[in-house]
């Protein structure tokens, strides 16, 4: 696959002919993808009565599963997620409770953060629920960058519209707006640094921001990733919550 990613990067680059949008959005997929991966990182949420970070190390197997340790600070140490397709348990420590998060609890904020357990539960892989089409082209961060509209395939969908700047050479999403049905913007990300992890080229500071909330974004800053990492299997079980 990375061979294959390389080789119609370079065609791209020779004859100057811009992919389809379909194209530039499975390309993104596939840097990102792989069988499982590991990453350790913090959650700056800068909120209306300051600013406090949440450190957390996530598991992620494939596109349906995922468990995640909060490590620090003391508040949130010992609270965990666990993501099994579409459905969604926490624990937390202080009350020795797992419960699931259905209904209109999806909606509501991840500790406090521009991060609802919706956009937890979304399938990380934007082919499968959005058409892509190229709208034009840009630059962001000081990179040239391609425009795309993203509409949703299917009618159940948190985001029924996105634009997404895509890196026209490390196929990164950049830069993205999500819109409701109706057309109001709900949350915007920005890519703030951008890092080689191994072989691929990975957001390592990400700014996500409710646009219907009154806090000031929550930025995301990736310590570390490993993709294809041996994960037990235990860990996706919801007795791994205690």
Same mark, same amino acid.
């Given at each position: 696959?990375? /061979?294959?990613? #390389? ?28 069988? !499982? ?11 209306? =009565? ?11 197997? *494939?596109?349906? +599963? ?34 699931? &998060?259905?209904?209109?609890?999806? /909606? ?16 990380? @892989?934007? *082919?499968?629920?959005? /058409? ?10 000081? +990179? ?5 509209? #993203?509409?949703? +395939? ?6 029924? /519209? +996105? =634009?997404?700047?895509?890196?026209? @050479? ?21 890519? =703030? !640094? ?17 646009? #219907? ?11 570390? &990733? ?17």
């Amino acid at each position: 696959m990375k /061979r294959i990613l #390389l080789l119609s990067v370079l065609v791209t680059l020779a004859t100057g002919v811009t992919p389809s949008g379909e194209e530039i959005l499975r390309r993104v997929d596939a840097n990102l993808g792989s069988g !499982n991966k590991m990453t350790l990182g913090d959650m700056v949420i800068h909120g209306r =009565r300051g600013t406090r970070t949440v450190r957390s190390r996530t598991w992620i197997e *494939g596109t349906e +599963r995922s468990f995640t340790e909060y490590l620090a600070p003391p508040r949130e140490k010992g609270t965990k997620m666990l993501k099994l397709e579409d459905q969604l348990w926490t624990y937390t420590p202080q009350t020795d409770r797992t419960v699931m &998060i259905s209904g209109h609890l999806l /909606r509501q904020s991840v500790m406090g953060s521009d991060l609802s357990y919706e956009d937890l539960l979304e399938d990380p @892989e934007l *082919g499968r629920l959005y /058409r892509a089409a190229v709208a034009g082209e840009d630059t962001v961060i000081g +990179r040239d960058c391609w425009l795309l509209d #993203l509409d949703a +395939r299917v009618d159940e969908i948190a985001y029924y /519209r +996105r =634009r997404v700047w895509v890196d026209k @050479e490390r196929y990164v999403a950049l830069r993205e707006e999500r819109f409701a049905k109706s057309g109001v913007l709900l949350k915007t990300t920005d890519v =703030r !640094n951008v890092r080689l992890f191994g072989e691929r080229w990975v957001a390592d500071r990400v700014v996500f921001r409710d646009m #219907l909330g009154s806090g000031q974004g929550t930025e995301f800053v990736l310590d570390s &990733i490993a993709f294809d990492v041996d994960i037990p299997a235990h860990l996706f079980t919801k007795a791994s919550l205690k």
